[in-house]
């Protein structure tokens, strides 16, 4: 497909500055997709959501602590 190369030159320039925002929800669905699909315990019970809800607090204060202390 040289018609794909040729359009991510073109928009390159104005996708660079967007791209911190796509690469952090790209990890975010991958850190989602790896706490749902491959820690099965997590997804056992009636509370199926809990496990990931309190996964991603406990990832964001190990951030905040990671930049407030790094």
Known sequence: MPG???LTIAFA???????PYLLSFAAGAMLYVVVE???????QGE???LGAITF???FTVM???DCALG
């Open 4 to 6: 794909a190369a040729a």
């Open 13 to 19: 320039s104005l996708l660079v500055p967007v791209m």
């Open 37 to 43: 699909e491959l820690i099965p315990e997590m997804a």
């Open 47 to 49: 509370h199926s959501n």
């Open 56 to 58: 991603a607090a406990g």
């Open 63 to 65: 951030m905040a602590l």
